[in-house]
């Protein structure tokens, strides 16, 4: 009776295994970057089309109260209080049923945002809609992804900044240490509903982005574009490494520009 052949396995020897594993290994290092890169982008222009609703519900508002944008300075605590002035901003748009959803004004790409929204802007048991939830209002990892302006008018021009990324410096570069995007750069929205990214690595220094308060020349210097009489409002992010912002909870007057 005749034997069969004795079969062999086939497998990959130890320096094929190594080359397999190594090619792998580039295609990760190539790949996941890349991925990440386009996701960061992507999430970025979420970003920029809620800054975009943001700016129209103001404008909104506006149409309804004098042409004036929200101000939370001349809020009255019989209309609306808040420990945070900031947040004002945001409520008094809530408040009046314009813009109620508490996911506009926050970023999955902050390094300060822990991933968790708040449940409502307004209080979800008052009535009055006089009081800000404390969901939105206590908190670590609450810091707003915007910084707003007050005391701007529909008439004061297509050019007027009302609303940027958090982090904006009075340079026209945004912060590494409290900057929404670190210091890649942010978006600015504009009073005529141009929304714009602006790059540190950019030319702003040189060209300037706004236009001076009080003459046609230009300014990196937000405290110098928006109206004389006006404030900047902001959330200062907190935890390890936090840095400050322009616009503090309180308000940061403006400044004559040149």
């Given at each position: 009776m005749r034997k069969s052949p004795r079969s062999f396995t086939s497998a990959f020897t130890?320096?094929?295994?190594?080359?397999?594993?190594?090619i792998i290994g580039i295609l990760a290092a190539i790949?996941?970057?890349?991925?990440?890169?386009?996701?960061?982008?992507?999430?970025?222009?979420?970003?920029?089309?809620?800054?975009?609703?943001?700016?129209?519900?103001?404008?909104?508002?506006?149409?309804?109260?004098?042409?004036?944008?929200?101000?939370?300075?001349?809020?009255?605590?019989?209309?609306?209080?808040?420990?945070?002035?900031?947040?004002?901003?945001?409520?008094?748009?809530?408040?009046?049923n314009i813009l109620t959803d508490p996911t506009f004004y926050y970023s999955k790409s902050d390094p300060f945002f822990l991933g968790?929204?708040?449940?409502?802007?307004?209080?979800?048991?008052?009535?009055?809609?006089?009081?800000?939830?404390?969901?939105?209002?206590?908190?670590?990892?609450?810091?707003?992804?915007?910084?707003?302006?007050?005391?701007?008018?529909?008439?004061?021009?297509?050019?007027?900044?009302?609303?940027?990324?958090?982090?904006?410096?009075?340079?026209?570069?945004?912060?590494?240490?409290?900057?929404?995007?670190?210091?890649?750069?942010?978006?600015?929205g504009f009073l005529g509903g141009n929304v714009a990214f602006y790059p540190n690595a950019g030319a702003n220094a040189a060209a300037g982005i706004f236009t001076s308060n009080s003459s046609a020349r230009k300014t990196n210097n937000i405290q110098q574009a928006i109206p004389v009489a006006g404030f900047i409002y902001g959330t200062p992010p907190n935890g390890p490494g936090a840095g400050t912002i322009l616009g503090r909870a309180t308000g940061t007057a403006a400044a004559r520009g040149p």
């Open positions: 130890l320096i094929e295994l190594l080359t397999v594993i190594a790949i996941i970057p890349t991925v990440g890169a386009v996701r960061e982008k992507a999430q970025r222009a979420v970003d920029g089309n809620n800054l975009r609703e943001i700016i129209k519900a103001a404008q909104i508002y506006a149409g309804d109260n004098n042409d004036r944008l929200p101000d939370p300075r001349t809020i009255p605590a019989a209309t609306m209080t808040s420990p945070t002035p900031a947040l004002l901003w945001p409520g008094i748009l809530a408040r009046n968790v929204y708040p449940v409502s802007i307004i209080s979800t048991t008052d009535t009055t809609k006089r009081q800000l939830d404390t969901t939105m209002t206590t908190g670590t990892g609450k810091a707003l992804a915007w910084e707003f302006a007050s005391g701007i008018k529909m008439s004061d021009g297509a050019a007027m900044p009302v609303a940027w990324t958090r982090g904006l410096q009075t340079n026209g570069t945004w912060a590494l240490n409290s900057g929404t995007y670190k210091d890649i750069g942010g978006y600015i």
